[in-house]
């Protein structure tokens, strides 16, 4: 019995030494927590049942065996997903990972689960739209050797493909998301400023400044899942539409909301409440220079709020 047990902890602290990677290969497959969760339970009970198991060969490296595990799991869970998206009302956006501007902490569902930053790494909410865009396939290779650095060798392990196979997927991968996201990463005193600025000019129904903030591409993304406020069915493009529905939205909303400034996927961005209640999560997506907003994601949907503070 003894054995047994012990069996049993040295699965649990290898699992749980490994479970801030997991998290945060799935949820940079998946965009949502509920599905990552779901997705490490399923790992933990393949892995459990494996290790140390009589007359099973010893498990050489665990990391490669739970990232693979995991990352094929997700897989797997793709076409649900999926299926529920073409059902989704309005605009999806991925489900944000709140943690606080001072030492990155997770709030919410996901604090038990592992410290924020090393499960978003650097995939903030604008990469993330963009990822979901790509295959299954495309996004998994681009996860992994992206965001975590895997040789496209070890990525062909993980996924019983040839290292051609992977290399195909990777190229096709970078070619797409460079094209509508370039890589660069705004500093993040100008990213908390200019998010300041902007919830003071929204908060303040200021229509000149927030024309002055706004790039006049600028995109508006409003997920409230039909069930919370939203801008409407689809984006709005275009500084002008952009700058008056959010003069308009303030002027209904105002004195009724109380921001709070945390990090979001690791950017400085701000969450709305309504009194003790979560409102929205607002993040700001800037042009290269940093100066004015060119993409502006708003989750009001409330089962991608709750447990915020």
């Given at each position: ?77 793709q076409a649900a997903i999926s299926r529920r998206r073409e059902t989704y009302v309005g605009p999806w956006l991925p489900e944000p990972l709140v943690s606080s501007l001072a030492d990155g ?205």
């Amino acid at each position: 019995m003894k054995s047994d047990e012990s069996a049993v902890d040295t699965a649990t602290r290898v699992f749980v030494e490994h479970r801030e990677l997991l998290f945060s290969v799935v949820y940079n497959m998946l965009s949502s927590v509920a599905d990552t969760e779901d997705v490490l339970q399923e790992t933990w009970l393949a892995w459990a049942s494996r290790d140390g198991a009589p007359g099973v060969a010893r498990i050489e490296s665990p990391r490669a065996y739970l990232v693979r595990i995991a990352v094929n799991k997700a897989l797997a869970r793709q076409a649900a997903i999926s299926r529920r998206r073409e059902t989704y009302v309005g605009p999806w956006l991925p489900e944000p990972l709140v943690s606080s501007l001072a030492d990155g902490r997770a709030h919410g569902e996901a604090a038990d689960a592992a410290d924020t930053a090393e499960r978003i790494q650097s995939v903030s909410m604008a990469l993330l739209v963009v990822l979901e865009t790509l295959t299954p396939l495309e996004r998994a290779v681009f996860v992994l050797h992206e965001v975590f650095g895997y040789a496209h060798t070890e990525i062909a392990g993980i996924l019983g493909r040839s290292p051609a196979a992977v290399r195909q997927l990777a190229h096709r991968a970078r070619e797409h998301v460079h094209a509508r996201r370039p890589r660069y990463r705004t500093d993040p005193h100008v990213r908390q400023q200019v998010t300041e600025r902007f919830t003071a000019a929204v908060s303040g129904g200021d229509l000149r400044t927030l024309l002055t903030l706004l790039a006049p591409d600028v995109t508006l993304w409003a997920d409230g899942g039909g069930k919370a406020t939203a801008a409407g069915p689809r984006p709005v493009h275009g500084r002008d539409k952009v700058a008056r529905l959010l003069a308009d939205g303030a002027t209904r909303a105002r004195g009724g909301l109380d921001i709070r400034y945390r990090r979001v996927n690791g950017d400085p961005s701000a969450l709305l409440f309504s009194g003790d209640s979560p409102f929205a999560v607002l993040v700001l997506d800037l042009v290269p220079d940093g100066g004015q907003v060119r993409g502006i994601y708003f989750v009001t949907n409330p089962e991608k709020l709750e447990g915020l503070t």
